[in-house]
């Protein structure tokens, strides 16, 4: 074998690294029927139960956003005031004390004009954020009939948003219009209100692969309020109830119409690159 076709073999594999590199920093979505910010609390400079599953999905989407800065702030709230603390019962204070804990920045969303205003930033340039975090309606401090259309109104800019490489954090919705931004986006998904997560609730391999740091725990500290059926489009089920209904969804790369597949962490992928290049580079040698 020549030295020129080995560095060609090589290069191969190099660009298959680079590729499925590129494909697992991109666009990370979690999707929940949960109500997990109404079943939290913060002990000191720790989260608990619910808050400590909302602080480990951040940071785990927080570590896979390709979206480019500068940034306004890291994390928009949207349909919460900014909280005073970090009160029990309230959607902001929950939002606030997760993200404190990690050292991501905040900025809040709350009412329909604020929403729309949100999304009016992101499609001009003057506002940046690395996720967009959606309280959901199950706790006090949280999204209204209002602001739920608002959403909704802007669901395509959402989902642009989830494929420049945002991060997307939701909780679920008692109200169906509260949360009709997703079968805007996914018209064959199925929203119903049966759901039970506490006890029994159970990650999913994709879940637990996509993202490590979350815990059945974490996600059996409340009950939940709504599973998902039907078309899923590339979204895949991270989290069952004890029924095995999926009630947590989830995708990376792309958006939430089309997420692509969830594939390993990227070291696991740096090496599956590199092997692939030494067997062929060794088939050429034989």
């Known amino acids: 074998m020549s030295i020129t ?6 290069m191969v594999g190099a660009a298959i690294v680079l590729l499925y590199q590129g494909q697992a920093w991109a666009g990370p979505i979690i999707i929940g029927g949960d109500d997990l ?3 939290g609390s913060r002990s000191g400079s720790v989260n608990l139960l619910g808050w400590q599953y909302i602080q480990n999905a951040l940071s785990g989407i927080n570590s896979q956003v390709t979206r480019a800065g500068a940034f306004t702030a890291d994390i928009a709230v949207v349909g919460a005031a900014q909280p005073a603390g970090f009160a029990t019962g309230d959607a902001g204070a929950a939002a606030n004390s997760a993200a404190s804990v990690l050292g991501l920045s905040t900025q809040y969303f709350n009412g329909s004009a604020a929403i729309s205003s949100l999304f009016a930033g992101l ?13 959901g309606d199950e706790t006090g401090n949280a999204i209204d009939t209002t602001e739920g259309a608002a959403l909704t109104t802007n669901a395509g800019a959402l989902n642009s948003f989830i ?6 954090l939701a909780h679920g919705a008692a109200d169906v219009t ?9 018209p064959g998904i199925v929203l119903s209100g049966a759901c039970n997560a506490s006890p029994g609730a159970t ?3 994709a879940g637990q692969a996509a993202f490590p740091t979350v815990t059945n725990a974490d996600i059996n500290a409340g009950p939940c309020h709504g599973t998902y059926s039907g078309n899923f489009g590339g979204l895949v089920p991270l989290a069952l109830d004890s029924a095995g209904r999926p009630f947590i969804l989830g995708g990376l790369g792309g958006s939430i119409t089309e997420p692509g597949t969830l594939i390993p962490e990227p070291a696991t992928l740096l090496l599956l690159g590199w092997g692939i290049g ?7 040698l034989t």
């Open 163 to 168: 494929a420049s490489g945002g991060g997307f």
């Open 203 to 205: 990650l999913t391999a």
């Open 123 to 135: 499609a001009s340039g003057s506002l940046n954020f690395k996720i967009l975090y959606y309280v």
């Open 37 to 39: 910010n109404d079943h």
């Open 5 to 10: 076709r080995m560095c060609r073999t090589w």
């Open 178 to 186: 509260a949360q009709g931004w997703l079968p805007a986006l996914l």
């Open 278 to 284: 030494a067997v062929v580079a060794r088939r050429r």
